[in-house]
């Protein structure tokens, strides 16, 4: 089976170029706020705080999400059915478990008095991952789609669903590659 998404010749498929320009809006996006984020830094009256902890832990559940969609997709490829669908599943309920730890650093952040509206450190903290979990919420309604098909259609290798699986792989990929990112990002700066 010839792989469209890497084949030798010099062109692309069309949903793999539009996610590759997505992306690169988005790291274009996330450029812009860290380069503001300098920025409004150094202009003083900045308040330097220890981030949660449970941002730490939710940077573990996004890598392990993304190894584990990883690995679903070589059980895809490789007639491994059951490695396929738990992988997928696993993925997509580490995926919701990264949005809960946001959820609660968010309101680990409040209790301590930094507030969106507050200081600008906080409120730069708090957009960027806002803006990051939005995206992730859009991947995983990509994995919803993916664990649709992989539990409601024939199991069957095709062109498309390989195209289809590998361009959610791509971008799950892509953001916890973003997250680790802006989790060294905010815990250096």
Known sequence: MIDRFENTNTTIHPLMFVLWLGMAGIVML?????????????????LE????????????????????????YLGFRHRKLKQYRI???TSFLLGIIFLVLQYMAWMTLYSR?????????????????????LHLVSGLLAIAVAIF?????????????????????YYWHFLAGLWIYLYLFLNIM
Do not use: C
């Not at 996330?30 to 900045?46: C, D, E, K, M």
């Not at 705080?49 to 679903?72: A, D």
């Open 30 to 46: 996330f450029g812009a706020l860290t380069s503001a984020y300098i920025v409004r830094q150094s202009a003083g009256n900045w």
């Open 49 to 72: 705080f220890q981030l949660p902890s449970l941002f730490q832990w939710s940077t573990l559940v996004i890598v392990i999400s993304s190894v584990m969609l990883h690995l679903s």
């Open 87 to 89: 992988g997928l599943l």
């Open 113 to 133: 008095g930094i507030q969106l509206t507050g200081n600008p450190s906080g409120s730069f903290v708090y957009v960027m991952t806002a803006i990051h979990a």
């Open 149 to 169: 098909h992989a539990f409601r259609l024939p199991y069957e290798i095709t062109q498309k669903r390989v195209d289809r699986f590998k361009l959610v792989l």
